[in-house]
């Protein structure tokens, strides 16, 4: 009987030594999670970033909306697309490299 009591110990020792050995150093442990930490991290900054850049977006289209256009931002907007300018205005033009 201590024989099987012994048997049963040294099985259950290996299995537990098995699971442990790949809960620390297997492809799903430890080294794992530290790099998927990693991972979360580096998206949480790249997720914050893509927010700001967001709501600078919607803070333009909410002035322009036909509720709350901002006047400047109008002129602004039409001088640079029409090309426009006033009489008395100062014309700079810059060099602009056309992508092929």
Not at 32 to 59: N, P
Request: hydrophobic content about 40%; aromatic content about 10%; charged content about 30%.
């Amino acid at each position: 009987m201590r024989r099987f009591d012994f048997v049963v110990t040294c099985v259950c020792c290996a299995l537990l030594g098995y699971f442990g050995w790949h809960a620390y150093k297997g492809p799903r442990g430890f080294p794992y999670r530290d790099g998927l930490v990693v991972k979360v991290a580096s998206l949480q900054d790249k997720f914050e970033g893509m927010q700001k850049d967001r709501a600078k977006l919607e803070s333009k289209v909410t002035l322009l909306r036909p509720e709350s256009i901002d006047p400047d931002l109008l002129d602004e907007l039409a001088r640079g697309d029409l090309e426009l300018a006033k009489p008395n205005d100062v014309v700079a033009f810059t060099a602009q490299k056309i992508s092929e």
